[in-house]
């Protein structure tokens, strides 16, 4: 299928999810939304579960990288603050919070939610590859652990305790990731 | 309403999330459940968010304390430890899941999970008073920062990454926490 079509359903689905969160989004919204035709759907994609995951497929296509501040401390408050940045204005929070939502529901959907993420984080390891090529980590330390460590403390208020977050807690929260990485924290057991 | 009748909404209501998750319980399946008359769930209730809210509110009326293991490193893994435990089994994640995921699509429900949270976040902080009174961490320390960020790796895997976890990953949460509240990164600002 053309990567035209492809991008019109993900669009549909996504403005689908901002409107209407995940247990309101429908086959015959992103068909009308898409110019797609129903049945076509259903074939190609098996239904709504189908859609959200070519959806979360193609919304990991971007060409998002990591923050390159010039050192780690930089780069997790970067890190951390694009987590603020990204939930703080409700028209950009609404499609991922939808894919968080839906993947209660959804077992697919938390599959390739799980995708997005381990691919998401693993762009954001380049913070710690380019720290230890620096000589500010050593290359023992576990950098898939680290990059979670920072934004965890944010997502945990966002979706979990629904408390509020700011940048004073993207810094901390930053602050407490590096100095645990400094004191070898997140260093593998040898 | 008598004690009895309340508690008999409550466990009708988790029941009927452990089974059906959120947008599979209705207020037929409580009054069902519960034994309570369906007028007067709505009367008393409003309906499903009302009683959503009840349950969550009563959940949160348990005798649970923080661990006291006599030292902050055993009081913090136990606690990361707690949070593996309690999302391991099926039958026991079910009822939380579906606070968690009913927050997503009722504010009410938001509301009441942030209120849950707070008061049992506000429980755990008791092993951080307990480390100020043997000197192993200062006065000046964040402690419902800290408490947070030992259970935050946590429920960011089991429920935005949706990744696994397992006690090695309850240790090095516990590690990182304690190594950052020892270098003083959770300390508030002077």
Known sequence: ??????????????????????????????AE?????????????????????????????????????????GDLRALALEVVDSF???????APTAF?????????AADALRAFYTE???RCEAVVTRAVARGEATAAIDS??????????LFLRLFITREPVDTALADQSAAVALAAARAGAFNRPD
Chains 1, 2 share one sequence.
């Open 100 to 108: 968080i939502a839906a993947a209660f529901q959804s077992e697919r």
């Open 144 to 153: 898939a652990a680290l990059v979670r460590a920072v934004t965890a403390p």
């Open 33 to 73: 939304h898409s110019g797609v035709h129903k049945t076509t759907l259903y074939r190609r994609w098996g239904g709504l579960e189908g859609l959200l995951a070519e959806a979360l497929d193609l919304a990991g296509d971007d060409a998002w990288t990591a923050p390159d501040t010039g050192s780690l401390e």
């Open 1 to 30: 299928m053309e990567q035209t079509t492809r991008a019109a359903v993900r669009d549909a689905v996504i403005t689908g999810l901002s409107e209407h969160g995940y247990p309101g989004l429908t086959v015959e919204y992103v």
């Open 88 to 94: 703080a204005r409700p028209d950009d929070a609404a």
């Open 120 to 122: 998401r984080f693993s």
